[in-house]
């Protein structure tokens, strides 16, 4: 039965609609459209209007299904069909285009649209006919991701995809905004959609590994992993993602994953060329330091590395950065006073560094950063300068022939580990092996923050790091001190339906979702102002969230696992005086720790006074101290050198 709806029903949809659209207000313009279209069968103005309505909201995927359905509903309207012509072009579709402006311009204008208000930026048909590009979606998108418009940049990869599903550009593009925004499991969705259109490509294999790994999902994620370096046996950067994943699973045995890391450097490591000049090693007075970074300057450490660099002696260490973009490129300009030569190695491949390296005379050359740069790191496998060293994330080593030397500290590295396991030597830096910095809020005291009315444990947490063990730690905490609650950090929790009930599934296996806050923060100083114990998760590597509890006055517990990468949390806290009640070395120690912390405000009132004071003195963030620290290792290790050591 068709549906209808009386001549003085229309009437008045078109002289509300009307008055809608000419105070700009399409939402409502659309709301009644759909409305009287829900009450007929068609009406072409109805869909027009839904048409104008989504191109106004920057759809235009929908908006144009809608103008295809007005033409199908009535093809004897110019304004239709220009509208149809304008969308087309506007989708780089130039023939269909032309097509429907040749029609439009045969027909008469409609009286009933000729005092319509149209979006106040839909071009002409001769604007949008000069804006014709080749796939103006994709570019959009591209331009929204180059200003950091990430869910801008989202809309227009998933209307290029809805026009164009085999695009494989789209569709990574649209998985990295979404994991840039913390959205993991859309990433999931989206990912799975893709292999199922392109079930060959390692790539969109290797991001989705990922994804998962970002929600907990380990075993999974190696699984998926094993298959995207399976198809792309000789690609570095994919088998990289895999390694870093593996330290992400709190199941993976030290041993096993540095054998696994060893075993990446020695089947991707460059090897020298016959012919090529192997760098020596002499006595000089001042040395020449070369730092791969990177893009560490849009991390959390950049600050901190670059005040310790700007700290350098120049009359001892010359400073040479290579890194992502030029030095005046937002990202880089916290480097500007700690360089005093600059190479943007952005894109650049493994020999063309080993040139520029050789054409700087580097003497020690430094790679930060871990795998965030693996086709970069591979060069190492060459002997590019007399030192190749490595620091930050390196925590298993990287197998790579030439890598001399790892830089790390006694915490992360105690007495007794078995440096066997590793191809590289090590240089302990006496102030620590990590990075922290503080933020310049002195103006904010401590205690400004509203507290809770309860005793509150706090946790900054992603998905991956809430595992069913270190639940079960918390839960038993939490048991010990029923008045108390725990907040969570919102990463994207309530963002998410599944997320939600993943996180209530692990505290209701212990009777205590009730007891689980959910905190939106901007970020970690903030919201520990808010708590009273910061618990870190088990085997974790945020060692920046306990930098950022202390300076909030919060005392943190966290648990020093066996290998490097599940001792950093312990490093950043012993050298920042914190070792005795901060550090556990088994699950036992944890609880209590937490429990000594809660039960004594008078002790957590101390601590939170003096914080600020103590960390600012604490050997961690005495940046000209650790400048002068690094200056002796790399007397040390030159010295070894040049002795035919190095």
Request: glycine letters at 6%; one cysteine or more; hydrophobic letters at 45%.
């Amino acid at each position: 039965m068709n549906k209808k709806t009386s001549g003085a029903d229309e009437k008045r949809f078109v002289k509300s609609v009307t008055k809608a659209v000419n105070n700009n207000d399409w939402a409502k313009a659309k709301i009644e459209s759909e409305a009287f279209l829900a009450e007929r069968d068609d009406c072409a103005l109805a869909y027009f209007l839904c048409s104008l309505a989504a191109f106004n909201e920057d759809d235009f995927v929908s908006a144009y299904a809608l103008a295809e359905k007005t033409v199908e509903c009535d093809d004897k309207v110019r304004e239709y069909e220009e509208v149809l012509a304008i969308i087309c072009a506007l989708l780089g579709n130039l023939n269909d285009s032309l097509f429907h402006a040749k029609i439009a311009a045969a027909l008469p204008t409609s009286k009933a649209l000729e005092n319509l208000r149209l979006p106040e930026h839909l071009p002409s048909l001769a604007e949008a006919f000069a804006k014709v590009i080749e796939q103006p979606l994709l570019s959009r998108a591209v331009d929204a991701v180059n200003q950091g418009n990430w869910a801008e940049a989202e809309s227009w990869f998933s209307q290029h995809i809805s026009l164009e599903p085999e695009n494989r550009d789209a569709h990574l593009g649209l998985v990295n905004c979404l994991l840039i925004q913390g959205l993991f499991r859309a990433a999931i969705d989206s990912l799975r959609a893709a292999r199922h259109i392109m079930p060959q490509d390692e790539e969109i294999a290797s991001q989705l590994a990922m994804a998962l790994t970002a929600i907990g999902e380990f075993s999974e994620s190696q699984a998926v992993h094993r298959w995207s370096m399976s198809a792309a046996e000789d690609d570095p950067v994919i088998h990289a993602r895999a390694l870093s994943d593996l330290l992400c699973d709190p199941e993976t045995k030290t041993g096993d994953a540095i054998a696994a890391h060893q075993q990446w450097g020695k089947r991707f490591g460059l090897k020298a060329r016959a012919g090529d000049a192997q760098p020596k090693a002499v006595s000089k007075d001042v040395l020449t330091v070369g730092y791969i970074i990177g893009a560490l300057g849009k991390k959390s450490s950049g600050p901190a590395f670059s005040k310790i660099l700007a700290r350098h002696n120049p009359e001892r260490i010359r400073t040479v950065g290579f890194g992502a973009g030029p030095l005046d490129a937002s990202s880089n300009v916290i480097f500007q006073k700690s360089f005093q030569t600059w190479h943007d190695v952005k894109g650049m491949d493994p020999f063309t560094l080993a040139s520029i390296v050789s054409a700087e005379s580097i003497d020690i050359l430094v790679f930060v950063g871990g795998f965030a740069a693996p086709e970069l790191l591979v060069a190492f496998g060459g002997r590019m300068a007399p030192v190749q060293a490595s620091w930050l994330n390196n925590s298993c080593g990287f197998g790579l022939q030439n890598m001399d030397v790892l830089f790390s500290d006694r915490v992360m590295i105690p007495e007794g580990s078995n440096g066997a396991l590793y191809g590289e030597r090590f240089a302990f830096m006496e102030q620590g092996g990590l990075l922290a910095d503080f933020p310049c809020d002195e103006d904010l005291e401590i205690g400004d923050a509203p507290k809770n009315d309860c005793l509150t444990f706090a946790a900054d947490a992603a998905l991956s790091e809430l595992t069913p063990r270190t639940i079960g730690v918390w839960a038993h905490i939490l048991h010990q001190a029923p008045e108390s609650k725990m907040m969570l950090r919102d990463h994207n929790f309530l963002r998410s339906e599944e997320n939600a009930a993943q996180l209530i599934g692990l505290f209701g296996d212990y009777g205590l979702a009730h007891r689980v806050d959910i905190i939106p923060a901007p970020n970690s100083h903030d919201f520990f102002r808010m708590a009273d114990v910061c618990l870190l998760p088990l085997m974790t590597n945020r060692s920046d969230v306990a930098a950022a509890a202390a300076w909030a006055g919060v005392p943190s517990v966290c648990l020093a696992g066996d290998g490097a990468h599940q001792r950093q949390s312990a490093s950043v806290l012993t050298h920042l005086g914190l070792k005795e009640d901060a550090v556990a070395t088994t699950l036992e120690d944890y609880v209590k720790l937490a429990l000594s912390w809660a039960n004594d405000e008078a002790r957590r009132q101390a601590f939170a006074a003096g914080a600020r004071d103590r960390l600012a003195k604490s050997p961690l963030v005495d940046f000209a101290a650790r400048a002068a620290d690094l200056e002796r290792i790399y007397g040390e290790l030159w010295e070894n050198a040049t002795a035919g050591n190095g």
